[in-house]
């Protein structure tokens, strides 16, 4: 049982005050929904998390099974069992996956004999051609065939814990739901724990989270399961766009802003 154990954490980029106080625990076999509106800190949630320069962390803790993720290099967090699918996966002129993942795999103890057909067996069960295995790291891909790299990585190397900051963008429904598969297959097989950044319910109806936590004003401003989810998409993230800790429960649902005399004095 792996434990990703996130504690106030604080974080600013560019000079600029981005994540407040966030507060999440990962467990195994969990899978994490984060939503939020666009510019609420996601990705930084996912590159602080991962290690990205540039980051300044100013407050907080995170741990893995203890160990203290934030004092590590990128490569050392990757090695503890950490993975990040990128939103934007970047391309890599002269390097090949199969590059990428060798020297991955020869961190950890699987033997590197492995590493072909177990390569070739989740291209197939992703349905990658094999082609692309030879390609330079996204080079050439199109959107949804650079979430499906993104996702052999993580088939191959199984993680503990894994990041996916939008793997749904440029995924046709097909692609969505081979990758939704795959990830809450992991789950099941060897026990992954998710925390998966997204803005639609069509990911979370393949990928059935057990929590749902919406990140707004740079904390976790509401969790709930499946059905916050299902409230956000009909009534957006208006009542957290002051940060506040307000669950959308909260707002009533037949409330009509503009038959409501005292709209100007409400608060939102
Ligand atoms: P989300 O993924 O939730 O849409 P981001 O984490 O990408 O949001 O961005 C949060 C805020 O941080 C945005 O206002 C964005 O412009 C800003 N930001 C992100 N990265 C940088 C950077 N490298 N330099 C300056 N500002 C940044
Ligand atoms: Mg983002």
Redesign the pocket.
Known sequence: MSELVISGLEAS????Q?LRGVDLTIRSGEVHAVM????????????VLMGKP??EVTGGSVTLDGADLLAMPVWDRAAAGLFLAM?YPTEVPGVQLRDVLRHSIATGDVSIDELEPRLLAEADRIGFEHQFLDRAMNVDLSGGEKKRNETIQLAVLQPKIAIL??IDSGLDVDALRDVSRRVEAATEETGLGVLV?THYNKLLDELHPDHVHV?AGGRIAASGGAELAAELEVSGYAAYSDGSARPAAEIDPDWDPFGDATFADRTL
């Open positions: 980029v560019g000079g600029k981005i939020g509106p666009n510019g609420a800190g996601k990705s930084t949630l996912s590159h540039g980051y939103q900051d939008e950044i990140l």
